[in-house]
Structure formats: structure tokens, C-alpha cells
């Protein structure tokens, strides 16, 4: 393996990919929290990728456990702090016992639309600043990487 020279690497770190997705990120994060507290009052981050990947129609926990790449159990204190602050319901799974049929209340209807048309007005400023064909490069290069890391889990 090649020897890496530790201080020119963190001298370089801005312009290196894990930083910058990693800082984007992070901005996002900021970002969604910002305009998701401007629509509900408090608003934890670690809602998001829970929230954001219920299905219209609902889900099982598991379904968006696998769908958000978050572990099952760790869902758990989200689910009720969702259900309590009136975003999801909940109900038995009557196929599984074991699992709950979840999905997205009125309240939690009303905050993905919302999500959705702040989403919308960052991505048009995103599209004004790095030009719409960047952008859709940006889009197909992440959704290729992101196939990859869900194909080589699948392969584990």
C-alpha cells in the first residue's frame, strides 16, 4: 500500500471527496433542521432519513429500516418520538406479529409536502450555481455510487 504523507493530505482535505460529502452533508443537515423547525417547532435531524423514506401507502419498520440503511432496533425511540409529535401512526401488522404497519399521519403529510417544495426551491438554486447539466452529472454520479455500496452490501 502506498505510504500516505499525512500533512499534505489534511493541507488537500477540501478537495478531496470524503471531506466534501461530508460537509455537504453536514450543510444539509443544518439546512433541513432550519426549515424543518420554520414548519413544526422542534425538529431532530435523525427524523429525516426515517420520515423521508416512508412509503405514501406505509411501510413495515423493517421496510423503512432497510430502505433508510438504519438498524431496525435503533428505530425504536424514533418511532415513538414521531408517533408522539403526531407525524406517523401506527398500527399492528396483521401478518407479522412481531412488526408494525407505519405511516405517515396528516401532520406528516402535510410536513413531507412542505419538505418536499423547500427541497425543490434548494435544488433550483443548486441547478443556478453549478449549471443544470452539472448538476444531473452530480445526480447520476452519486446514484452509481450508492448502487455500489448497495450491491457490495447485498454481496456481504
Known sequence: MKKIDLQKNFEERKQKWPWLLAIAKRHFDLWVTDK????LGEFKISYMPFIA???????????IANAAKLSKQGMSRT???LEKN?????????KDKRSRN????????????????????????????????NFEITINV???????????????
Open 102 to 133: 407505519l405511516k405517515l399521519s396528516t401532520k406528516g403529510i402535510q410536513f413531507m409536502s412542505n419538505a418536499f417544495g423547500e427541497v425543490h426551491q434548494l435544488t433550483e438554486k443548486y441547478k443556478e450555481l453549478v449549471g443544470e447539466n
Open 142 to 156: 452519486l446514484a452509481k455510487i450508492v448502487a455500489y455500496h448497495d450491491t457490495v452490501e447485498k454481496d456481504k
Open 36 to 39: 424543518a423547525t420554520k414548519h
Open 86 to 94: 403526531g407525524l406517523i401512526e401506527t398500527e399492528n401488522n396483521l
Open 53 to 63: 423514506n416512508i412509503n405514501p401507502k406505509g411501510g413495515t419498520n423493517q421496510s
Open 79 to 81: 418511532i415513538s418520538e
